[in-house]
């Protein structure tokens, strides 16, 4: 069945640094959605991404997918405190495939 | 409601007991979904509802697991005879027919299984 991989599992930054997380799928996605989970908290969902080669920005992050849409990235520029969680990816396919998401620390 | 409403937030309950989890989606999500979420893990896919349509068991761990879904409303997961391995965040996420504005996802009941 189709799977999503997502790397890294774990991410520690010195704040201001960047952070990226990417996912991986072996299969063409027809879109893929972005979710940030806080310590304690549920998943809340970012973005989606649709086309080949799309790029959206919210603030300080980037979302990118893949021409061949089959893996996508997330991209945070000069990391705050606030930006610790864990991201997830979604691929829809009816059921919710959903990455093992990347674990940001951040440091103050 | 404005958000995803599940009940109870936390839940405590003995090994061999039965629990019932509840979902409230927001009014007019067709699609229901059922995840849970051990320590530190990822979103473990248990069961989906869309619509009117059979709902996608795939999920469930073991034939102890079942989910209704009211009136195309409210769903019910219910745990049969429960084991520690049960423990975990159970979340319920709701979505339009249409998509784009991502799974809306309910705060969580916390089951511990003592």
């Known amino acids: 069945g189709q799977q999503v991989m997502q790397i890294p599992q774990y991410q520690h930054v010195q704040e201001g640094e960047d952070f990226t997380t990417y996912c991986n799928s072996s299969?063409?996605?027809?879109?893929i959605q972005w979710y940030k989970q806080r310590p304690g908290g549920h998943p809340v969902f970012l973005i989606q991404l649709v086309k080949s080669g799309e790029v959206k920005k919210q603030k300080r992050l980037t979302f990118q997918f893949g021409e061949a849409k089959k893996n996508s990235s997330l991209h945070i520029t000069a990391t705050q405190t606030t930006d610790v969680g864990t991201y997830f990816c979604l691929s829809n396919t009816g059921k919710l495939i959903f990455g093992q998401g990347t674990t940001l620390q951040v440091k103050p | 409601g404005a958000g995803v409403s599940q009940s109870p937030s936390n839940k405590v309950t003995e090994k061999g007991k039965d629990v019932e989890l509840r979902c409230d989606p927001i009014s007019g999500h067709t699609a229901l979904y059922w995840y849970r979420q051990s320590l530190g893990q990822g979103l473990e896919f248990l069961i989906y509802f869309q619509g009117n349509s059979a709902p996608d068991k795939s999920g469930l761990p073991s034939d102890r697991f079942s989910a209704e879904r009211t009136g195309g409303s409210v769903s019910t997961l219910t745990i049969q005879r429960t084991q520690q391995e049960d423990s975990a965040v159970y979340l319920c996420a709701s979505s339009p027919t249409w998509t784009g504005y991502g799974y809306t996802f309910g705060s969580g009941t916390r089951l511990t299984v003592v």
């Open positions: 299969t063409t996605l027809s879109n």
